[in-house]
T-cell receptor
């Protein structure tokens, strides 16, 4: 069985300040982990992925995440928030077995104020 | 636009009616997935096709739900005898196969979804 827990349902930051969205995972096997972003009225977009290569993963739009096996965490960070980052973010786990079934967390809404 | 498209974008129906949604994947993708997203939750996997074969359907929510992909291109998701609890966003995604490593991940590209409201 596999699951993810996003520790915050909402995170509020000011523009220009750092972003931290927290995610813990549970998996019986070596997981692959992803972060997806969902803007209003738009489809889900892949931000970054970890698939057992480097533990520090860089994604689009300045986001990065670090896989920490000892802490079973995969937190998403960005040094400086932009207004355009306001969206819902999903942490996702997958155990690859011929096809990729994704198990999503409940999401974290990122609010960015001027 | 060569992304995943879904039709309709919004559907309002009365309880007990049947509804059908369509998904057109990215043309070169042979894998197609359906997910359901309810308010305040992340998307939940429903079913998966590789070409025209439905390889995983155990997570369809009930026997009122069915999906087809007759020619390995577009797919339809049908809900019969809709209930108020079926109100949700229904998402479609597609991906390619390939990659030499068994554990290679082929990114799933998501459509904008169909929002279903059952009155």
């Amino acid at each position: 069985a596999q699951s993810v827990t996003q520790l915050d349902s909402h995170v509020s930051v000011s523009e220009g300040t750092p972003v931290l969205l927290r995610c813990n995972y549970s998996s019986s096997y070596s997981p692959s982990l992803f972060w997806y972003v969902q803007h209003p009225n738009k489809g889900l977009q892949l931000l970054l992925k970890y698939t057992s290569a480097a533990t520090l993963v860089k994604g689009i739009n300045g986001f990065e995440a670090e896989f920490k096996k000892s802490e079973t965490s995969f937190h998403l960070t960005k040094p400086s928030a932009h207004m355009s980052d306001a969206a819902e973010y999903f942490c996702v786990v997958s155990v690859l077995s011929g096809y990729s079934t994704l198990t999503f967390g409940k999401g974290t809404m990122l609010l960015v104020s001027p | 636009d060569t992304g995943v498209s879904q039709d309709p974008r919004h559907k309002i129906t009365k309880r007990g009616q049947n509804v059908t949604f369509r998904c057109d994947p990215i043309s070169e993708h042979n894998r197609l997935y359906w997910y359901r997203q309810t308010l305040g939750q992340g998307p939940e996997f429903l079913t998966y096709f590789q070409n025209e074969a439905q390889l995983e359907k155990s997570r369809l929510l009930s026997d009122r739900f069915s999906a087809e992909r007759p020619k390995g291109s577009f797919s339809t998701l049908e809900i019969q005898r809709t209930e108020q609890g079926d109100s949700a966003m229904y998402l479609c995604a597609s991906s390619s196969t390939g990659g030499r490593a068994y554990r290679s991940y082929n990114e799933q590209f998501f459509g904008p979804g169909t929002r279903l409201t059952v009155l």
